[in-house]
């Protein structure tokens, strides 16, 4: 695929624009550990806090080591650019907001990720419905996905069938192995995700809820 491309994919609405106080975001491991992320304050984007997101990847552990990452509500990438700091290969970054998407692209070029980010500026939920966009995430033999799905917490409210239809989507497709880890708040009962043959485990880091499923199998 080609590396460091913005592609406009398709519209769709978020949360609404607005502004709050910069919160100073982090790498937390791995070869960009202490790297600082640019963040405006946003109010569309919710960065996850750098005590939950280390904790998340004690908890992914090696998953993204040699991982294909796809981050689906990209906002600064921190998610992404974590992954690839501590080992994964390649990332397809998605983000809808103009705006959002330029600090996007910053946070790539100051690491200099270039090479190994892909940026679609669009609706993920868009992106899981098209075999185009999916052919995107195209992995080398034995190569596994490492999927991060962190949206507006009012999607699974609002959203909620094409959130859970666009995660059930994107982990059939994925190959056995790969790690998906899901973000809500208390709103969203992970128990209406079908997702056969995961390993799951679940963690609370008030106010976000996680959920981490791996693959183990194809079904029969």
């Not at 100051?110 to 992995?139: I, N, V």
């Amino acid at each position: 695929m080609k590396k460091d491309q913005k592609t406009r994919i398709t519209r769709n609405v978020g949360s609404e624009p607005g502004g709050k106080t910069p919160l100073g975001l982090r790498v937390i491991g791995g070869t960009l550990r202490g790297s600082k992320l640019k963040y405006s304050g946003d109010n569309r984007v919710r960065p996850m806090k750098d005590r939950t997101r280390e904790a998340v990847f004690n908890l992914i552990s090696t998953d993204s080591q040699g991982a294909c990452v796809l981050d689906l509500f990209a906002g600064t990438g921190a998610l992404a650019i974590e992954a690839i700091s501590r080992g994964a290969t390649s990332a397809t970054l998605i983000e809808v907001h103009l705006q959002t998407m330029r600090n996007l692209k910053l946070n790539i070029e100051a690491f200099g990720l270039q090479a190994k980010c892909q940026l679609l500026q669009g609706d993920a939920f868009f992106f899981a419905k098209t075999r185009e966009s999916m052919a995107t995430m195209a992995t080398l033999p034995g190569q596994h996905w490492l999927v991060f799905c962190s949206p507006p917490y009012d999607f699974y409210v609002s959203r909620q069938e094409e959130m859970i239809e666009m995660i059930e989507t994107l982990y059939a497709a994925a190959p056995v192995g790969s790690t998906f880890v899901v973000e809500a708040d208390r709103r969203f009962d992970f128990h209406r995700l079908q997702l056969p043959n995961a390993d799951a485990r679940f963690r609370t880091y008030s106010p976000a809820e996680i959920a981490i499923y791996r693959k183990l199998r194809n079904p029969e």
